[in-house]
Nanobody
């Protein structure tokens, strides 16, 4: 089992930046895949970026070139650096982990991009 705690959301103007953090309760090396999803009002939850246990990443087309996912193994934490934010990035962002075929979710953190 793994617990995930997100932080770093907030209100930012278009073009601004935020960094989200997700701290896991166990070593990230035990976790097959971690990643970030987001859900905007009235829309389905969508995958933003996953990162594998060996550091491989992939990004949704809508965030490529603007978002960067990274991992600090010593802190069991993954990050999502979000630059050039747009109003359409407004959503609740959820940290996700999959371990032994079981999905785990954080509580979510709100990101609002507005002037």
């Amino acid at each position: 089992q793994v617990q995930l705690v997100e932080s770093g959301g907030g209100l930012v103007q278009p073009g601004g930046s935020l960094r989200l953090s997700c701290a896991a309760s166990r070593s990230v090396f035990d976790i097959n895949v971690m990643g970030w999803y987001r859900q905007a009002p009235g829309k389905e939850r969508e995958l933003v970026a996953p990162i594998t246990s060996v550091g491989g990443t992939n990004y949704a087309d809508s965030v490529k070139g603007r978002f960067t996912m990274s991992r600090d193994n010593a802190k069991n934490t993954v990050y999502l650096q979000m630059n050039s934010l747009k109003p359409e990035d407004t959503a609740v962002y959820y940290c996700h982990a999959m371990m032994y075929g079981i999905n785990y979710w954080g509580q979510g953190t709100q990101v609002t991009v507005s002037s």
